[in-house]
């Protein structure tokens, strides 16, 4: 029902930014972005809804941002100040709607890498 397709994904050294978009098929109440590392699991990182309430993990609290383009469909995440442990493969993730406090994400993209080195 929904198409997601991350860009934006490369490697970086530790101190510096990337900035991840997630082009979608048709809008939806709630996106959000996941990752996981190798012998993680996935991670609920970031999330935004149609009001524009966002949500962090702790992890990222004050370093990543998270925005949308409602006309353009479009979803990013500006990742700022990368550390080592930022370390994993990103998804896009959309919802419609929510379950217990939290986006019910039921669609995702194929995942864009991204790699900090130090």
């Known amino acids: 029902q929904v198409q997601l397709v991350e860009s934006g994904g490369g490697a970086v050294q530790a101190g510096g930014s990337l900035r991840l978009s997630c082009a979608a098929s048709?809008?939806?109440?709630?996106m959000g972005w996941l990752r996981q590392a190798p012998g993680k699991g996935r991670e609920r990182i970031a999330s935004?809804?149609?009001?524009?309430?966002?949500t962090f993990a702790d992890s990222v609290k004050g370093r990543f941002t998270i925005s949308k383009d409602n006309a353009k469909i479009t979803l990013y995440l500006q990742m700022n100040m990368l550390k080592p442990e930022d370390t994993a493969m990103y998804y896009c993730?959309?919802?419609?709607?929510?379950?217990?406090?939290?986006?019910?994400?039921?669609?995702w993209g194929q995942g864009t890498q991204v790699t900090v080195s130090s």
């Open positions: 993730a959309a919802a419609a709607g929510y379950v217990n406090g939290n986006c019910a994400f039921g669609y």
């Open positions: 048709r809008y939806t109440f709630c």
């Open positions: 935004i809804d149609s009001l524009g309430r966002t």
